[in-house]
């Protein structure tokens, strides 16, 4: 794990689930996905999309990479895992089911997450990838 992400878990689990810095009133979860190789569990930080009681968004932009970050294939591999969610006063660990958004539904829920927080329209432009993938994260 990198620097950046310690950091942002650490402040995430010291504000009840709200990092500041870089993520500071942004929605952020903790992914718990277990290595595709490894079976070892890795934690990412990551910004969501979510609506009412519905499901998490995740996104694997990867800052506009060109190839996908290796927690979306340790996901794919394995799509029963937890997430940590935090109010700002507690955290709760839930576990959840992934499934990959195509088409239409793809389009229309990363068209959201992007008019809300522009830099995914720039992670998508600046992208040689065909798409970056959406991710719907349910409960289970």
Do not use: C
């Amino acid at each position: 794990m990198n620097d950046f992400n310690a950091t942002v878990i650490a402040d995430f689990n010291a504000n009840g689930g709200k990092p500041g810095g870089y993520f500071k009133d942004a929605p952020v979860l903790l992914l718990h996905a277990i290595g595709a190789k490894s079976g070892v569990e890795r934690t990412q930080p990551l910004m969501y999309l979510r609506e009412g009681d519905g499901p998490w968004f995740v996104f694997a932009s990867y800052a506009g990479g060109p190839k996908d970050p290796a927690w979306f294939h340790n996901i794919v591999t394995n799509p029963d895992f937890d997430i940590s969610v935090g109010d700002g006063t507690t955290i709760e660990r839930v576990p959840v089911h992934a499934r990959v958004l195509e088409g239409e539904e793809r389009d229309s829920t990363y068209a959201r997450q992007a008019s809300l927080f522009p830099q995914f329209a720039d992670y998508a432009e600046k992208t040689t990838r065909e798409t970056i993938p959406v991710i719907e994260l349910s409960p289970r």
